[in-house]
């Protein structure tokens, strides 16, 4: 179910508006900031130097006022106790935790670790506290709470290409059509695809044409069989048959990413025509 605006999700716990957890002033899942681990003064020039430069970890502030439902203590108890499994530790797990909030009408993700929360008691009996709350989101990006999808698409076709006999030949040449995405990624970082191919299909080729002129191209040497999907994770690069991963030994060229901006064109190609063959892509749009 979606959230409203105003709310975010740790878990399973929705917070914010219509519920016992109320925000006040101060979450904040904006702030960014960059690491220069690498640098210091130049030893003989003015000013200093950098290296590489990363962003940092993301801390976010989630202060909350947590309600009793009959604002006595009791009640207040039972929603600490659902506040406090929310942003219970994960121990050995090595999952991240889904922080999700509505902005301006759009859901969005960051993914992290809770981390802290502590409760001003002043005025617990009237079963209400200042929850002090923290979100960590190890990755910095956020990401969309959806997918999009573009395709399917079959393989081009070729259309034209008649030799008309007038008393001087005139040829009208063929072309390509079909067989094509266009792509604009409208967020501000790189992303990743999940492209899936489906079969009848043998040696399908993957042609990605940047905006900048750069081109990507990836061959997977195999043949598919009517059913038969192949799901490249261009993020993992990695290629699943049939949801068994497939040795990276039959690919040749180089996993395509998307980069922010656009348009860009995925080109679908193959070492054999088949009508049914079928090619999609869905891809998560990200912002710093």
């Not at 299909?201 to 042609?207: A, C, K, L, M």
């Not at 598919?224 to 990276?248: D, E």
Request: aromatic share 8%; glycine share 10%.
């Amino acid at each position: 179910m979606p959230l409203l605006e105003g709310q975010a999700k740790v878990r399973d716990l929705v917070l914010g508006p219509g519920t016992p957890y109320n925000f006040l002033n101060g979450f904040n899942p904006w702030d960014r900031e960059v690491r220069a681990d690498q640098g210091g003064p130049r030893p003989w020039a003015h000013g200093s130097w950098s290296g590489a430069e990363w962003m940092n970890e993301v801390i976010i502030p989630m202060p909350l006022e947590v309600l009793g439902a009959d604002y006595d203590k009791a009640s207040w108890l039972q929603a600490r106790h659902a506040l406090q499994a929310a942003f219970a530790p994960i121990g050995d797990d090595t999952e991240e935790i889904e922080l999700r909030f509505m902005f301006g009408g759009e859901e969005f993700v960051m993914y992290g670790r809770p981390r802290v929360v502590q409760h001003d008691m002043t005025l617990i009996r009237s079963g209400v506290t200042v929850a002090n709350c923290v979100f960590v989101a190890l990755n910095p990006l956020i990401f969309a709470s959806e997918a999009t999808t573009l395709g399917p698409i079959n393989l081009p076709t070729m259309v034209g290409g008649l030799t008309v006999p007038f008393t001087v030949p005139f040829t009208i040449d063929s072309v390509l059509t079909g067989g094509s995405l266009s792509i604009t990624n409208e967020g501000t970082a790189e992303t990743y695809m999940i492209i899936t191919i489906t079969g009848p299909v043998e040696e399908p080729r993957i042609v990605m044409k940047l905006a900048d002129g750069t081109i990507q191209t990836l061959e997977i040497n195999t043949k598919l069989l009517t059913g038969q999907a192949l799901v490249i994770n261009t993020a993992t690069r990695t290629v699943m048959l049939n949801g068994t991963i497939s040795q990276l030994g039959n690919t040749s060229g180089e996993f395509p990413t998307l980069p922010a901006g656009g348009p860009h064109e995925m080109l679908f190609r193959a070492g054999e025509y088949n009508a049914s063959a079928e090619l999609s892509v869905s891809y998560t749009k990200v912002w710093w």
